[in-house]
């Protein structure tokens, strides 16, 4: 898989250590607050499994599925649930965990689904961050790293279901989806 990448970004030691400053931030900034983390399949699994032992406070957490790329590097505008979540999250504080943000979409999408569901606060915290890409403004609390307009992959995140298992997050090479 190596030979597909362009250019690592980011080591898998780079990522610890900023998910470890991450999870440090929000175990002081909910600690009288009632945390649960949403996780978005799947490419947040990996960011999710690291953020969660680096939180020292009482916390839930779920998961939703949402689809809107198909096996496209191009968001397709539509967004659709294909997992929701188990339990109510009325009066609780949500913090969406997400891997990338890029035209904000998805996550737009996910806030006003979240809302409704009358949580008492929303945030969100995102690995990484494509703020050039946006179309529609999303603000994440907590951000890993602001990235370059490139397609990445590695550390949870995919191109058509592929290179998730990569330790590491790197820029994968325009001949391979092109
Ligand atoms: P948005 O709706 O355009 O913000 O897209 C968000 C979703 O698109 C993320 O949760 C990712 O699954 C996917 N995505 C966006 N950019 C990349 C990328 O560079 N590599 C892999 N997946 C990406
Ligand atoms: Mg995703």
Known sequence: MREDIKEVLFTEEQIRDKIKEIGKKISNDYREKDLILIGILKGSVMFMAGLMKEITIPCSMDFMAVSSYGNSTE???RVKILKDLDFSVEG????????????GITLAYIKEYLYSRKPNSLEISTLL????????????????????????????????????????????KEEVYK
């Open 92 to 103: 609780k504080d949500i913090l969406i965990v997400e891997d990338i943000i890029d035209s």
């Open 75 to 77: 968001s397709t505008g």
């Open 129 to 172: 961050n494509k703020p050039e890409r946006r179309k529609i403004n999303i603000e994440p609390k907590y951000t890993g790293f602001n990235v370059p307009d490139a397609f990445l992959v590695g550390y949870g995140l995919d191109f058509a279901e592929k290179y998730r298992n990569l330790p590491y997050i790197g820029i994968l």
